[in-house]
């Protein structure tokens, strides 16, 4: 059986952007973060998938957006 247990996340509020070719910016916050993944506020609808970079305080991060929901966008860091 897979191991469905999650890391902890550190509940944070910091201003970010996420970017995409096929998209405008969206500005977002940064809502939580774990070892390896985070979890944003959004002000529209975001598609899951690869591609994308995630841009603040500590620099652009390329990241992958792995579920997408109403005003909520979960992904995972990809370096």
């Not at 944070?12 to 977002?28: I, Q």
């Not at 916050?29 to 603040?56: E, K, N």
Request: hydrophobic fraction near 40%; include cysteine.
């Amino acid at each position: 059986m897979p191991d469905l247990s999650h890391q902890p996340r550190i509940s944070v509020r910091e201003a970010a952007t996420l970017r995409h070719a096929a998209m405008e910016d969206t500005s977002c916050t940064i809502v939580d973060v774990s070892g390896d993944g985070f979890r944003l506020a959004v002000p529209r609808g975001i598609r899951c998938g690869t591609g994308y970079t995630l841009s603040f305080a500590s620099g652009d991060h390329p990241v992958a957006i792995r579920w997408a929901s109403l005003g909520e966008a979960g992904g995972q860091f990809l370096d």
